[in-house]
């Protein structure tokens, strides 16, 4: 399988834990990004990658959020001291430059107890 | 700014009927639109997308969306419902802005289907 794939795909951690996930895009694709989803609602947008360079972060990505691309292949999304209100599926897309559409990965839910 | 708006948070509709699921858009500038799909415990997935070319666009599994810019509508249907089709729907605007991908989703619809 070539699509996205993302690591783990449930989690579950208790309230003050840290926790890290990881991405892993289609190969080809240099730019990568990162959503959040609640119940009942649309992805939104938390921040975005093209090569290794982290180019655009959404004010939901608090400082106890961080994402890094080391060497413009795979992805980690960590989250510090995890609150209840962090639970929520993290999704993760890639797409190549120059062409419009993300291909999604299966997501990592996480509930924070 | 843009954003996107789903109408109907739930449809249900009769298998063998048609389906509607209704986007309305904001944009400052001419958008590309998209309607993915998300089934139960699997990943988004593309069912097409508006760049700016045919204004009717037909994509996978026999859905189809018509770009009304007079409206700024991007409705997505199908003139018969599987039971295959039951799953959530989510319309999303897209707008080039420096380089950078400007992605919004809608909230989504969820599809019942009858049988």
């Known amino acids: 399988d070539t699509g996205v794939s993302q690591d783990p795909r449930h989690k579950i951690t208790k309230r003050g834990q840290n926790v890290t996930f990881r991405c892993d895009p289609i190969?080809?694709?240099?730019?990568l990004y990162w959503y959040r989803q609640t119940l009942g609602q649309g992805p939104e947008f938390l921040t975005y990658?093209?090569?290794?360079?982290?180019?655009?972060k959404s004010r939901l990505l608090s400082d106890r959020f961080s994402a890094e691309r080391p060497k413009g292949s795979f992805s980690t999304l960590e989250i510090q001291r995890t609150e209840q209100g962090d639970s929520a599926m993290y999704l993760c897309?890639?797409?190549?430059?120059?062409?419009?559409?993300?291909?999604f990965g299966p997501g990592t839910r996480l509930l924070v107890l | 700014a843009q954003s996107v708006t789903q109408l109907d948070s739930h449809v249900s509709v009769s298998e063998g009927t048609p389906v509607l699921l209704r986007c309305n858009y904001s944009?400052?500038?001419?958008?590309?639109l998209f309607w993915y799909v998300q089934h139960p415990n699997k990943g988004l997935q593309l069912l097409l997308k508006?760049?700016?070319?045919?204004?009717l666009v037909k994509g996978i599994n026999g859905f189809e969306a018509e770009f009304k810019k007079s409206e700024t509508s991007f409705h997505l249907t199908k003139p018969s419902a599987h039971m295959s089709d039951a799953a959530e729907y989510f319309c999303?605007?897209?707008?080039?802005?420096?380089?950078?991908?400007?992605?919004?989703f809608g909230t989504g619809t969820k599809l019942q289907v009858i049988p």
């Open positions: 508006y760049t700016s070319a045919a204004t």
């Open positions: 999303v605007v897209s707008l080039n802005s420096g380089g950078y991908q400007k992605v919004t």
């Open positions: 897309a890639s797409s190549a430059t120059g062409w419009e559409t993300q291909y």
């Open positions: 990658f093209q090569n290794e360079a982290q180019l655009e």
């Open positions: 190969s080809e694709h240099n730019r």
């Open positions: 944009s400052s500038y001419s958008p590309s």
